[in-house]
């Protein structure tokens, strides 16, 4: 273990005992490469990974680095994520493992936050249950999902959330209507007031599950056609700007294909930056700081990165 101001490495040793009190000896990892965790197959090591099986012990976690003074992160898939090369100082509370729970109720879906956003629209069109038909191909869970209301191909979770059940600051849960989320564009009170999504119920339609099928099978093709799955990414490296498009701004820029290091704008959708083989969390940010500063050089428009950075 690294020290680190409050992460020393008496204090983070003990808390880690703490830690496999709370989830298992099994469940808690030191010096975790996060390039494990993350879809850029990018990052340093975390200090301590640990993973919760329930609700309870997500709580009792993280009240257990509130307590220890010592900084944590709540990770999903990992989908819109850049880690820094040197890692994570601190304690990644990883929920993608263990909270995988999913009910259905008549037309309601319940899933708890790690569950993926392909598992829970296959297991909707198997059911006939229409609503979840765009976040087919999204790659990334329920949790960071609602924490960002993501969304494609002209739908979001706004669309289609009932409710959401969080862990507040102060250590309370709450379920959370839709209406009273502050959903957005790419934003949500849950990322603003530093809540942690433990799950979220969709209201969602009765439809033929031949007709869910096809339209998943479309935007399927049509992602498949048009971004580069074939290499490790963030997905959309930027925020769309009112008004434009940032693929378009890119590639108008002269920036498809531009590359440092191990990191390059995507040739097959500018909008994306890609891992092409080695790349350095280094090489992302020089990327992007490139991009950015020549797309506003060129046309006044400062794009703003959709990736979340890390350590």
Same mark, same amino acid.
């Given at each position: 273990?690294?020290?680190?101001g409050?992460?020393?490495d008496?204090h983070l040793?003990?808390?880690?005992?703490?830690?496999?009190?709370?989830?298992g000896?099994?469940?808690v990892l030191?010096?975790?490469?996060m390039?494990?965790h993350t879809?850029f197959?990018?990052?340093g090591?975390a200090?301590?990974?640990?993973?919760?099986d329930?609700?309870d012990?997500?709580?009792?976690a993280?009240?257990?680095?509130?307590?220890a003074?010592?900084p944590?992160?709540?990770?999903?898939?990992?989908s819109?994520?850049?880690?820094?090369d040197?890692?994570?100082?601190?304690?990644?509370?990883?929920?993608?493992?263990?909270?995988?729970g999913v009910?259905?109720?008549?037309?309601?879906m319940?899933c708890?936050?790690?569950?993926?956003?392909?598992e829970?629209s296959?297991?909707a069109c198997?059911?006939?249950l229409?609503?979840?038909?765009f976040?087919?191909?999204?790659?990334g869970?329920i949790?960071?999902?609602?924490?960002?209301?993501?969304?494609a $191909?002209?739908?979001?979770?706004a669309?289609?959330?009932?409710?959401?059940?969080v862990?507040?600051q102060?250590?309370?849960e709450?379920?959370?209507p839709?209406?009273?989320?502050?959903l957005?564009y790419r934003?949500?009170?849950?990322?603003?007031?530093?809540m942690?999504?433990?799950?979220?119920?969709f209201d969602?339609?009765?439809?033929?599950?031949e007709?869910?099928?096809a339209?998943?099978?479309?935007?399927t093709r049509?992602r498949?056609?048009?971004q580069?799955?074939?290499?490790?990414?963030?997905g959309?490296?930027f925020?769309r700007?009112?008004? $434009?498009?940032?693929g378009?701004?890119?590639?108008?820029?002269?920036?498809?294909? $531009?590359q440092?290091?191990?990191a390059a704008?995507?040739?097959?959708?500018?909008?994306f930056v890609?891992?092409v083989?080695?790349?350095?969390?280094a090489?992302v940010h020089?990327?992007?700081s490139?991009v950015?500063?020549?797309?506003?050089r060129q046309?006044?428009?400062?794009?703003?990165?959709?990736?979340r950075?890390l350590?």
């Amino acid at each position: 273990m690294s020290e680190s101001g409050t992460t020393g490495d008496d204090h983070l040793q003990a808390l880690a005992q703490r830690l496999r009190s709370i989830v298992g000896e099994d469940n808690v990892l030191v010096d975790e490469p996060m390039s494990e965790h993350t879809s850029f197959r990018i990052g340093g090591p975390a200090d301590l990974f640990v993973i919760p099986d329930d609700f309870d012990e997500v709580r009792d976690a993280i009240d257990a680095c509130v307590q220890a003074g010592v900084p944590h992160f709540v990770l999903g898939r990992g989908s819109d994520l850049l880690v820094a090369d040197g890692g994570v100082r601190g304690v990644i509370v990883a929920v993608a493992d263990g909270l995988v729970g999913v009910s259905v109720n008549d037309d309601e879906m319940w899933c708890q936050a790690g569950v993926t956003l392909r598992e829970a629209s296959e297991m909707a069109c198997e059911l006939g249950l229409s609503g979840l038909e765009f976040a087919c191909g999204i790659p990334g869970s329920i949790g960071g999902a609602c924490f960002m209301n993501a969304g494609a $191909y002209g739908g979001c979770m706004a669309d289609v959330l009932k409710s959401v059940r969080v862990l507040c600051q102060d250590g309370h849960e709450e379920t959370i209507p839709v209406d009273e989320l502050g959903l957005g564009y790419r934003r949500s009170r849950i990322a603003s007031e530093g809540m942690v999504v433990l799950s979220a119920t969709f209201d969602l339609e009765q439809a033929d599950p031949e007709k869910i099928r096809a339209t998943m099978d479309e935007l399927t093709r049509r992602r498949e056609e048009k971004q580069p799955l074939e290499l490790p990414s963030a997905g959309s490296t930027f925020k769309r700007p009112e008004g $434009y498009f940032v693929g378009k701004l890119v590639t108008d820029a002269g920036l498809r294909g $531009y590359q440092v290091g191990g990191a390059a704008v995507s040739r097959k959708h500018a909008g994306f930056v890609v891992n092409v083989g080695g790349a350095t969390a280094a090489d992302v940010h020089a990327v992007i700081s490139h991009v950015q500063d020549e797309v506003e050089r060129q046309f006044g428009v400062r794009l703003e990165p959709e990736v979340r950075f890390l350590g």
